[in-house]
């Protein structure tokens, strides 16, 4: 999940190949795919909810042109509308601000889920964010328009 920054990559790149040609290709954002039901109408819903900042980190580019993928800072935090719902698991479920999610540890971070919602949101965390479920109330009026099933954490 944890990539260099954009700047990053774009200075590395250009200082190993000395070519100033390559700065618009660096400009194409953080490399994210939709999710397989981005356009569903829950999703587009969801979507006109994301935050206008996570943790104090503005919108960061995306390589998807998808309205239901958005990410945030560097390194990115990541939100993603339209994957399966999780089923039956053994990682942590936590509640947030009346949404529940499932919490997937990653190597150097946090994948969070909202639990009993179809489809699911998915935020990537990175773990320089730490703790990782403090950022998640940013992303509860997206989270919310999305109807609670019958699924819960408790």
Known sequence: MRRPGRHTR?????SALGLVLLLPACSRGVEVTAAPEAS???CRAASAKWPATVGNQKPVDTTSDSRAVHA???PAVIARCGVAPPGPTTDQCIEVSGVDWVAHRLSDGVRFTTFGRA???EVLVPSTYA??????????AAA???????????
């Open 10 to 14: 774009c200075a590395a790149a250009l």
């Open 40 to 42: 569903s109408a829950a």
């Open 72 to 74: 945030w800072g560097d």
């Open 119 to 121: 489809p699911a949101i």
């Open 131 to 140: 703790p990782e479920p403090l950022l998640l109330p940013a992303f509860t």
């Open 144 to 154: 919310q328009t999305i109807p609670q099933g019958s699924h819960r954490c408790r």
